[in-house]
């Protein structure tokens, strides 16, 4: 592994609330102390002009293998994460078969390193195979990688399973991610329920949906103790309920994706698929909620949801076409040019957001730049304007929303275990020892 | 007006510049009168001894019917008929969609066979409008899912434009499953566009409030609601489209939103009642409302063929006749 100097940039570590221009080394996979010691630099970087912050984590994503290969695999979903900026992925039990055992969790690790991309992380299922009937391995998942579990794609329906699964994943201090959704009020839904859906004829999922699943699991979380997390938080009632909870001491946190904060289900007007996910767009009031959540620290996570379909499976008519969009190459600039351009977040709590709390999260020694830290590192052009182009995509799936926008804000270079894996237009930059960086 | 046998000299559609019909939304109250405009002319070709003009020969008309249906079919092939267009149909239930094809495949098939005009009826809402992104043919709307019907909206329009003379100022009510109703959606977005009043009556678990934005007012006690209508466009119960358990029985549903003698007694002595069909005699009117004096059923049907015979002319770009 090549020593690296990182020169002259922003330098944004939230979890040593730090945010000054200066030099960041690395060597040996490891960030080193202010300054790099002894070592001499076999990469520069020039990173004038571009922000440094550890590692984007994303805790939500699907990457599709083993099972439906043709809308992903973990080598592309690994290397769409790095063009998007992303380090390290969390990515969902919902294959085929469910990763609900340890040799299936130890499969996505294995496919993960083979992959040499981002870092793979497998959420282990609650429930075997994903049925939400009997807890499944929970150990046994952990010994095999998992770093939290879920069944999501779909929720945990039963109570007392839920409560179990709270309890029993105390032991490993693991947190249950949960899709909070009443199925009996979403049946035959396509997208949110309201004023758009009745003028469009198309069947409606409520918001009640959402907020009657995060109130029942807010109250589990207290009785047991364990640790909850609202996967894609999408209602104003459950920001409140999520605020409410924290309020009184609860375990619990949430997560917000960018759909949930840039689009409404207005877009669905123009019958494109695209815009069809779960939970689903919500209103403008929703919308305002969720960012409300963001900046007032009830939301503590940004991740994409990532969830790629083969371009024949979206083309299908609207209640046949799969839920979902492709996230981990547009998390970053929707993140910028509707959070922080508009002034909701400062770059400091965005990155956060991505970092540090995502890491903790999934209990991870990672999301910052102390020394001694893995160097996962995550070089940020802040300022560039630029069109989302689906066609350029590194994922397999080009079910994006976002496809010719403009936006602000790009990956430029990405370090995983000290390695340069992504620079923007593919070029690693090497400068011998003692030259100056262009 | 055109002159029936060869409408070159144009009936009044310069209002008219769409590629596609796809809903009653989309269109302006100047475009919705050059419809019925242009339908009043055509009205007139049925009454003939012979039925048939040549306004569309050499044109093909494809029927792509992935949802059953009866009357609306059967409409547009013999409108497109009587332009001398070539019609074929295509039903779902024996097509290669059974095979694993898909919808738009399907239609891109039948467009290198050549059609220039595909008549959509489908379960989704929004598959023309999907459809229409992936072909090059006109494309018709002939009702998709609980969305739109616009031809049927359309033709309601005519109706009540011929019965009353007029539609601005009039108070219509739509009766019953207003949720899962394309042609409520279309009746709506006409009505209100020609200045009408429009009632939406039905229970609760039927009849949301969110339509109330729309401009409507929303009922749920029929009486309350039948003095004022001019209009009443009695609708369907769309059990196919429904999760179920909407309300108790179609017993009870009946006791309190069926069309009966005893209720058009309570409205306007020269109250229209309109039904889109296929109407349920005994669930949402008796056969003697059907069949009465206050009934404009059937001549929807007429009216459904002449605003069918004009959408296929004016989205065919109006070819003169003979070329």
Request: aromatic share 4%; net charge negative; hydrophobic share 40%.
């Amino acid at each position: 592994m090549p020593t690296i100097q990182i020169t002259g940039g922003r330098i944004i570590d939230p979890s040593q609330n730090l945010d000054q221009v200066g030099d960041l080394w690395i060597s040996r996979g490891r960030i080193l102390p202010s300054g790099g010691g002894n070592e001499e630099a076999e990469i520069v970087v020039d990173a004038r002009g571009l922000i440094v912050c550890p590692g984007l984590i994303d805790v939500h994503v699907h990457l599709r293998e083993p099972g439906n290969e043709e809308d992903e695999t973990i080598a592309t979903g690994a290397a769409a994460a790095l063009a998007g900026g992303v380090t390290s992925v969390a990515c969902m039990p919902n294959t085929i078969p469910p990763i609900d055992t340890q040799a299936a969790a130890e499969f996505v690790v294995l496919q993960g390193r083979r992959a040499k991309q981002a870092n793979v992380f497998p959420v282990g299922a609650v429930s075997k195979g994903r049925k939400g009937e009997e807890l499944a391995g929970l150990g046994q998942l952990v010994a095999g990688g998992a770093v939290a579990f879920t069944d999501d794609g779909s929720p945990v329906s039963n109570a007392g399973l839920m409560r179990r699964a709270l309890e029993y994943s105390k032991m490993f201090d693991l947190v249950i991610m949960q899709h909070c959704q009443v199925m009996e009020l979403t049946a035959g839904g396509v997208m949110n329920e309201g004023f758009e859906s009745m003028r469009l004829g198309l069947g409606g999922m409520p918001a009640a949906a959402e907020d009657i699943m995060v109130a029942r699991d807010i109250r589990l979380a207290e009785i047991t103790g364990g640790r909850l997390h609202i996967q894609h938080i999408s209602t104003a009632r459950a920001v409140e309920l999520v605020r409410e909870g924290k309020r009184r001491g609860i375990r619990v946190t949430a997560e917000a994706c960018p759909h949930h904060f840039s689009l409404t289900d207005e877009r669905l007007r123009s019958f494109d698929s695209n815009y069809k996910m779960n939970p689903p767009l919500r209103t403008a009031e929703d919308v305002a909620a969720v960012i409300e959540g963001l900046k007032d620290g009830a939301i503590e996570i940004l991740c994409t949801d990532h969830a790629p379909h083969a371009r024949e499976k979206k083309m299908r008519e609207l209640d046949q076409a799969p839920f979902g969009i492709v996230g981990l190459e547009t998390l970053l600039p929707i993140t910028v040019t509707h959070l922080i351009e508009p002034g909701h977040l400062s770059w400091s709590e965005a990155i956060r957001k991505m970092t540090i709390n995502a890491a903790n999260l999934l209990g991870l020694s990672k999301g910052t730049l102390r020394p001694g830290a893995d160097a996962d590192v995550t070089i940020i052009d802040p300022s560039t304007s630029w069109t989302i182009d689906a066609s350029q995509f590194r994922s397999k799936s080009r079910n994006t929303p976002y496809d010719g926008w403009e936006v602000r804000g790009r990956a430029h270079t990405v370090v995983v275990h000290g390695e340069v894996r992504y620079t923007l237009g593919g070029i690693v930059q090497e400068t011998p020892a003692g030259a100056s960086p262009s | 007006m055109p002159p029936a046998d060869a409408p070159g000299s144009d009936p009044a559609p310069t209002a008219w510049t769409r590629k596609h019909l796809l809903g009653l939304e989309d269109l302006s109250r100047e475009e919705m009168t050059a419809v019925l405009d242009t339908a009043e002319s055509f009205s007139e070709i049925s009454k003939r001894s012979r039925k048939k003009v040549p306004a569309l020969q050499g044109r093909i008309v494809f029927n792509l019917f992935f949802e059953n249906s009866t009357r609306t079919r059967t409409s547009f092939s013999l409108a497109a008929k009587r332009l001398s267009a070539d019609t074929q149909d295509f039903t779902a239930s024996v097509s290669s969609l059974s095979k694993g094809e898909t919808f738009i495949d399907t239609a891109k098939n039948i467009e290198a066979m050549g059609c220039d005009v595909m008549v959509v009826r489908h379960p989704t809402p929004g598959a023309p409008h999907l459809l229409s992104q992936h072909v090059s043919s006109s494309i018709i709307n002939a009702g998709d899912g609980a969305h739109e019907h616009p031809t049927q909206g359309l033709l309601d329009l005519m109706t009540i434009r011929r019965a009353k003379g007029k539609i601005e100022g009039l108070t219509v009510a739509l009766l019953g499953d207003i949720a899962h109703s394309r042609v409520a959606r279309s009746n709506i977005w006409g009505l209100l566009k020609f200045g009408a009043k429009v009632i939406l009556c039905g229970p609760p678990t039927l009849v949301p409030r969110s339509m109330e934005r729309l401009g409507c007012e929303v009922a749920y006690r029929l009486e309350d609601v039948l003095p004022r209508c001019d209009v009443i466009n009695v609708l369907r119960i769309q059990f196919e489209r429904q999760q179920g358990g909407m309300f108790p029985s179609v017993g009870e549903y009946s006791q309190f939103y069926m069309m009966t003698q005893e209720r058009v007694r309570k409205a306007k002595p020269d109250l229209l009642i309109l039904a889109p069909g296929p109407i349920n005699r005994g669930v949402e009117l008796t056969p003697e409302v059907a069949d009465g004096k206050h009934s404009a059923i059937l001549d929807q049907v007429t009216n459904g063929l002449a605003v069918r015979m004009a959408v296929l002319y004016l989205v065919s770009g109006k070819m003169p006749a003979g070329e």
